[in-house]
């Protein structure tokens, strides 16, 4: 069974940085297009950033110039370098990515999101 695991969130304070990773495992063989979104109080889930299997990126215009999103094909993991940070980036980070992996001996790719991670910015 495929899972992403997100990771790295927590409580930092403004100005600061943070680093998530989101790891997929279970029978894998890659990760195509992944995304981070977040979502706050009271707010509908946002997409923060978004990379491509071919490693093309593209940012909300909140983050542009403070986020960067990376990926390992190797380790199956996407990253999220979060600098800059501000405290209306308060929100959980999800992952969410088109995995392809195999069901039954057959290979299908379906869409996962991750269980989130909290990240706190604190004034």
């Known amino acids: 069974q495929v899972q992403l695991v997100e990771s790295g969130g927590g409580l930092v304070q403004a100005g600061g940085s943070l680093r998530l990773s989101c790891a997929a495992s279970g029978n894998i063989f890659s990760i195509y297009a992944a995304g981070w979104y977040r979502q706050a109080p009271g707010n509908q889930r946002e997409l923060v950033a978004h990379?491509?299997?071919?490693?093309?990126?593209n940012y909300a215009d909140f983050v542009k110039g403070r986020f960067t999103i990376s990926r390992d094909n190797v380790k199956n993991t996407v990253y999220l370098q979060m600098n800059s940070l501000k405290p209306d980036d308060t929100a959980v980070y999800y992952c969410?990515?088109?995995?392809?992996?195999?069901?039954?001996?057959?290979?299908?790719?379906?869409?996962?999101w991750g269980q989130g991670t909290q990240v706190t910015v604190s004034s």
């Open positions: 990379i491509t299997s071919g490693g093309s990126t």
């Open positions: 969410n990515a088109d995995v392809q992996s195999t069901e039954g001996g057959v290979a299908v790719v379906r869409n996962y």
